[in-house]
């Protein structure tokens, strides 16, 4: 955590100085705005947080809901999303609180008797840590929410989520500084029932899977015609069901469940399921009572018994594997986009992958910066259009496999090849329910892969797998990728050639190059005025000891000075030492490469030392001159 | 983090019910009260937020201050606090915001050219992680404190400072219910100038180095007539120092520098030796300016410069090596101690060893528990002259040590044996600044040491060192220490002999008898009604894989009902696996054994597990009847 550059920070130092539209925030929701977020689920949040951290933007969250969202909804949290919990600077504490998943356990019935249960196998979650150096959660959506709301209003912008109004519909106009037209209503505490409308730059629509923006756009959730329902429940019980502390799939000849232990040691989350819904059912499937829910569990889990003390929360949950065909207002690329739809609005799935949550948090992240960049003039409006572009096949791939994961999961016993079928293929795709199999097409953001094989461990395109290495400064071990926060900067990562810092060498002249040359990106676009790394953070990282390496030998660029008193940051310098070698862990040549990373951690470019040009290309594709 | 078996908790799990005096924690200081804390230093924050574990006890904390402490005063936080801090459930928040120290930098006179330094070595701090998991860090002791009064506010007694009340004097007498008069007068706020008197049980002086608690108790803090000075200054600062962000010591021929870095990347505090205070300096050293500090550090940093941009805070600190002969008011055990003073108040040392704030929260702490005990009829008043007994040895070993490190920082480099003369004897002592020295003698409070051999790794009368082992039940490996919250229990761990559960063996007979039998301090001392586990937490750790162990064969008293709705608390038993064997770790005889810890984290005892009248007379010792 960087702070005190600014000035003495006495207290908590994650309340960051309020800036722009945050130093007097109006409390009531203005006429005009730049960004209307329409929601405060996951998606809406994380939106939010990060908007918050361009507070010269006028951004408004209104959420239909009176107040903060309580109890219920998902809580499979993915190594991702904790990722992207550590760029927001929650990850340490959500996941001081919430349950860890390293093993599941999986049960069927007992072949002698099959009336009864027998546990037939375990799986560890990401053994050995190989996927991410980050767990996998289980926690309450409720309280994802929470850090997400205490990040956006301790960020400059604090943004606040506007709550009781609700969305009704919205008109794009062809002109004006502010073309979306909002229609809105009090749907709880003073304003309820009152009429108002706003008008905004740019609607995001994070209002779930019933979505209102969706409908305004005029677009449809296609898919499934039937839902699969799920009778869940967060419970307080006694039980002799041995794994009660562990994740479990149970299948019996009575149906099954999906057990998931929830946070604080006691609660547990279990889905009975209610299998495949007529699709004249009418949601008649809903009002089946909780009571049956605990019946039909404990005939599933025989011999063992459910005792249910006290029910949280329960549900009926009814989903079906559906996608918008685009989740913006534009099906050419003719105009800018001005609407667009995230998470549950614009593709929902099956429960038991856990993804909703986690895919609606990544669409979330995607767009905001994306808005935040266009809205300050960092890059052109045409920027927007990757945001269904990159999205959308994201949503589809992500549905194929839930798909597929969930007839496996759907399965009776018998129909598997082999016995270990499941357990197989649940090792065999755990990259993707960890959130990691995401890896963005070439665009104007994400550069081709002719020099992949420079640093094979960073795949274009992918998310910025972190490694570890020396910080020279403090020289801590520290993990690389754990120091991007999620402050819309692009990092430019040089992993050095194997000369000593100071010599002339690749590493020392594009890291001057990089600093001083006219045509480099940081010089070009960054900001007179500000600190020399308010846009691009840059920096190097030496295959020498990291005893080898002293300040005064590197290029300015990892060096700079920075805040009101322009002292020199010290935290931009890399080497490898004490066991740690990056260029080893993540398949880096000696020869050295540069890696670009997005704001949103994904990996942009790989390119060599000396390609200057190619470098500078790619940023003047994202950035614009400022006017 | 174990929660909601108590109801669900939507919000912030780390704020805990309110109960007893919690309830409606009255604004105004009462007439009477159980416990008065004097000062809202180190010492005294974590004695109110152990207390406020004790919610039937009217605890209050006075502070001379009006508010929160902004600036200044200690930074350096050893692994043993970093440790505690993890007991009160904030360690992880502290090391993201913290300087992080895995290194210290040695600098000497050039011998080519000796007005100039140069590093001449490094050592690391605590390489390998040996001497603890836990990190040694550097941050505002201002934020020890916030974290310390969040936990106070949190905690079921929520205990605040009553900010601007200062003590005077106090009278101690003979009878009463409330035997200590307190006279206090108004010194901020609303309150300033107005005189009180106030009546307490107890009274606790954490009023630092002039303290007035002291005084009243007529005791002296003795020692070195003399004392050393420091010019201490907190600044950000421009300088080709090329390890500004490292700690640092620096002799040159012009004096010497300590040189510490902190918490946000930019800021350092920089100790310029000032050397022995004349003993008729009456203070004069104090007035030397900030101008001059910086100069002598210039003047030693040669050939470097610093050139000091802004300084938050400095001081010139000037401290002797003193201590009182003891730390409470009685000089024998005729009578109950009534008054009693830590940290500050009773030791004060140089602050090169970084001591004062470390070893403060270790006496604030021992005191604490034990004042919940006697105040609640857990255990009989004579508990309390163990405060004293245990804390003025440690003070004492403390002070000895220090002084030995002091000269050997002041030492010019020509007067070493040898040039790594003092790396190494900063790698040979580091476990004491570490604060994992203390070593309580045999007491009440602490076994002798005839079967220490049963488990060498647990020393009797050093805390409990943690090591990794599997919690069967959710099987995540976990640091068994880790678990030990600051909730006033006492830990009881069973490491089973390798009998499998369930079997007849020395571990099932003890497990049983610890929760059935009339003679278990666990069936004869926790009060009905409550939870079976309410002043003992009893756990169990079995030699065999995690995968052999099964909730149904462990003893009820490792797998209890807990909480209104009478559930199973499944966070109790442990087992090797995934590769690890806390046996192997700790050294822990294969036939197994018991091993108690008290509230603070100390080993009291380690018995074998046949030895069950030996551990009845232990805490027969500890305990007392319910009346
Ligand atoms: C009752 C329920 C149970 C669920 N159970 C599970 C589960 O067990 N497991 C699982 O993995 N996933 C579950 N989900 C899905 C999971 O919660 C979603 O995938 C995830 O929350 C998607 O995030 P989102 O931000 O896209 O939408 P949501 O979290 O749905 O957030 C949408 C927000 O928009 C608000 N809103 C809606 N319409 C308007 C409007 N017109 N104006 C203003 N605000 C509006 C809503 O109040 C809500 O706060 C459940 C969802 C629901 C609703
Ligand atoms: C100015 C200063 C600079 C220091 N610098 C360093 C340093 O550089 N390095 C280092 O290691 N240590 C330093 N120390 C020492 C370190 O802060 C202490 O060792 C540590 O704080 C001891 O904790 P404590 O709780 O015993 O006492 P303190 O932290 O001193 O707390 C005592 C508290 O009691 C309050 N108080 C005092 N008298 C009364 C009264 N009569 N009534 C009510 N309240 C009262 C005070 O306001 C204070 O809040 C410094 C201390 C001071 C005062």
Redesign the interface.
């Given at each position: 955590?960087?702070?005190?550059?600014e000035?003495?920070?006495?207290?908590?130092?994650?309340v960051l100085e309020a800036a722009g539209y945050g130093i007097d925030r109006a409390a009531e929701l203005p006429e005009e705005m730049d960004v209307l977020i329409v929601g405060s689920g996951p998606a809406g949040m994380i939106a939010a947080a990060q908007l918050s951290k361009f507070p010269s933007l006028n951004v408004r969250m209104i959420e239909r809901r009176g107040g903060r969202l309580?109890?219920g909804q998902a809580d499979g949290v993915q190594a991702r999303s904790v990722e992207s919990f550590n760029a927001f600077?929650f990850a340490?504490?959500i996941?001081?609180?919430a349950?860890?998943i390293?093993?599941m356990a999986i049960w069927n019935p007992n072949p002698d008797n099959r009336d009864e249960i027998i546990r037939t196998g375990?799986t560890l979650d990401d053994e050995g840590g190989t996927i991410s150096e980050f767990p996998h959660l289980i926690v309450?959506q409720?309280r994802v929410l929470?850090y997400f709301a205490e990040v956006a209003l301790r960020s400059p912008g604090r943004i606040k989520p506007d709550y009781g109004w609700e969305f009704q519909t919205l008109t794009v106009h062809e002109e004006g500084d502010y073309p979306v037209e909002v229609k809105l209503i009090g749907s709880a505490g003073e304003q309820a029932g009152v009429e108002r409308t706003v008008r905004a730059k740019y609607v995001v629509g994070c209002d779930g899977a019933s979505s209102r923006v969706r409908k305004a756009m005029g677009r449809k959730l296609e898919g499934d015609a039937a839902n699969h329902a799920w009778g869940v429940m967060?419970v307080?019980?006694?039980t002799?069901f041995?794994d009660?502390?562990?994740k479990a799939t149970i299948h019996s000849k009575n149906g099954s469940i999906l057990h998931i232990?929830?946070?604080?040691?006691?609660?547990a989350r279990i889905y009975v399921d209610l299998g495949e819904v007529p699709l004249d059912d009418n949601h008649a499937v809903r009002s089946t009572p909780i009571e049956e829910v605990i019946r039909r569990a404990n005939e599933i889990l025989s011999p063992y018994t459910l005792d249910v003390?006290?029910v949280?929360?329960s549900s009926v949950y009814e989903v079906g594997h559906r996608v918008t065909d685009k989740f913006d207002d534009v099906d050419d690329e003719s105009r800018t986009p001005r609407v667009f739809i995230t998470g549950d609005a614009c593709h929902t799935h099956s429960a038991k992958a856990g993804q909703g949550m986690n895919v609606s948090m990544q669409d979330g992240w995607n767009i905001a910066w994306k808005l935040g960049f266009v809205l300050e003039g960092r890059s052109p409006a045409s920027l927007l259009h990757t945001y269904s572009g990159e999205r959308h096949e994201i949503a589809q791939n992500l549905i194929d496999f839930d798909k597929q994961w969930s007839s496996m999961m759907a399965k009776k016993p018998e129909e598997f090849e082999s016995p270990d079928a499941l357990e197989r293929f649940y090792e065999d795709t755990f990259e993707f329910p960890a959130g990691f199999m995401t890896q963005y097409k070439p665009s104007v953001l994400t550069a081709g892969d002719e020099h992949q094989e420079l640093a094979t461990g960073f795949p274009i395109g992918k998310r910025f797998k972190s490694a570890k290495t020396i910080k020279r400064?403090?020289?801590?071990?520290v993990h690389l990728g754990h120091l991007h926060e999620a402050d819309g900067r692009w990092r430019i990562y040089v992993f050095a050639d194997p000369a000593a810092p100071g010599a002339d060498s690749p590493a020392q002249r594009f890291g001057d190059w990089l600093g001083e040359n006219p045509a480099s990106p940081v010089v070009k676009y960054t900001p007179a005025g500000g600190d020399d790394d308010a846009w691009f953070d840059s920096k190097v990282i030496y295959q020498t000891d990291y005893?080898q390496v002293?300040?005064?030998d590197v290029p300015k660029v990892f060096w700079p000075?920075v805040?009101p008193?322009?002292?020199?940051?010290?935290?931009k310098v890399f080497a490898n030492g004490l066991g740690n070698d990056i260029f080893d862990t993540r398949g880096i040549l000696r020869d050295g490469a540069v890696v670009v990373v997005r704001p949103d951690q994904y990996v942009a470019a790989v390119m060599p030392l000396d390609a200057t040009d190619e470098f500078a290309a790619f940023f003047d594709g994202v950035f614009t001159l400022q006017g």
């Open positions: 955590m960087q702070f005190h550059h000035g003495y920070v006495s207290g908590e130092p994650r309580e109890l600077g340490e504490r996941i001081a609180e349950y860890r390293t093993e375990r309450n409720a929470d967060d307080i019980a006694k002799d041995p009660w502390r562990l232990p929830r946070e604080g040691g006691h609660l003390h006290h949280a929360w400064g403090d020289n801590n071990p005893t002293e300040f005064g000075e805040g008193w322009k002292v020199n940051c010290w935290e």
